[in-house]
């Protein structure tokens, strides 16, 4: 099969590679859409040590049924499906719980680190385990269906975190899962949304998602949060970028017992303003990929109340991905998401 293999950092090669045989409880999907993540951006150079070449990336995918395993029967080739980006065992102990996404055992397509190596879907074929399928919606195209991912981790976030009707919410970061996050949260019944960032068209795209206020980050953000909620600050913060400096924003914006949602994780490390979360009691809540928000995203996305049209930059031949993965590197403006199709 074709591929497109990081064969070392920030060289990729679009080559052939040997087609995934699938388990007894596994299939074998045709890849018809996948998108570049974030995280396989970041990955490319070194930086994260999750994408240690030679590794296939991708894992916001969505396909056809291929081949089943010999164990397979819930399933049929030709069926139109995505499937988790986390491989999870379901017999360890946060298995049991319904904490897949908290698997002692945990992989994630499309990376390569220390533990283990897991080819992904920038690739004609993939091989998951059918535990970690879902059924397309008929009218979905996989485009559309190959960001469910991102906006499973969006909802995720929100059901671990403490709104009531009528909060006022904070979003920091307008990359992909912030905007994710501001459509998912304009449903959730807040009074006020504000999205924060430092690039106008991404916040443009927040206002046209539902955010009430838009504010550059640039500017004195926290206090013309603290104005906008009339000197008391948002009730709940979402950040979506991870590095210190938005933390620091997220929670400065914050009311005395707000609660802040980390969601973003590029930094490993981050100097915290512990004193201010102690004394103000804020409550913090981390929020790693999603489980089983898949259903309830594929769902919203299929009736159109989640819109992921106007964050599709293009839709671009696999062959290509490698001059994408280049334009992307370098943030060339106005670049949001990116389908690659075998």
């Not at 385990?129 to 059924?135: A, G, K, N, W």
Request: proline fraction near 6%; hydrophobic fraction near 45%; glycine fraction near 10%.
């Amino acid at each position: 099969m074709k591929a497109l293999v990081l064969e070392e950092y920030g060289k990729f090669d679009f080559t052939d590679a040997p087609e995934p045989e699938p388990g007894p409880d596994d299939v074998l999907i045709a890849v018809r859409a996948c998108g570049i993540c974030g995280s396989d951006v970041h990955g490319m150079d070194g930086s994260t040590g999750r994408r240690r070449p030679p590794i296939i990336m991708g894992h916001e995918a969505a396909g056809v049924i291929a081949q089943l395993g010999a164990a397979v029967k819930s399933w049929n080739i030709g069926d139109r499906v995505t499937f988790d980006s986390t491989i999870y065992c379901g017999q360890c102990d946060p298995c049991r719980r319904g904490e897949i996404n908290l698997c002692d055992n945990r992989r994630v397509l499309g990376v390569s680190c220390d533990e283990y190596r897991q080819h992904g879907a920038f690739a004609e074929f993939v091989a998951v385990p059918q535990r970690i399928l879902y059924r397309l919606p008929e009218r979905l195209p996989f485009e559309h269906a190959a960001l469910v991912e991102p906006f499973s981790i969006a909802l995720h976030a929100i059901n671990r975190s403490r709104l009531a009707l009528n909060d006022s919410v904070v979003v920091v970061g307008a990359g992909m899962i912030g905007l994710a996050l501001v459509q998912c949260l304009a449903h959730a019944g807040c009074g006020r949304l504000i999205a924060v960032d430092i690039a106008e068209d991404r916040l443009a795209l927040a206002k046209d998602f539902g955010a009430t206020h838009i504010i550059h980050s640039s500017a004195d953000a926290a206090k013309k949060i603290i104005d906008l909620t009339h000197g008391r600050g948002a009730d709940a913060a979402f950040e979506a970028v991870g590095v210190s400096a938005t933390v620091q924003l997220a929670l400065g914006s914050l009311r005395k017992g707000g609660a802040l949602t980390l969601v973003g994780n590029i930094a490993p490390a981050i100097d915290f303003p512990l004193q201010a979360a102690v004394t103000r009691e804020i409550t913090l809540f981390g929020s790693c990929a999603s489980r089983g928000e898949y259903p309830a995203a594929l769902d919203m996305l299929a009736r159109g109340a989640l819109n992921p049209q106007p964050l599709l930059s293009a839709v671009a031949p696999l062959a290509d991905g490698a001059a994408w993965f280049d334009r992307l590197y370098r943030k060339e403006p106005g670049l949001m998401k990116v389908i690659l199709k075998p």
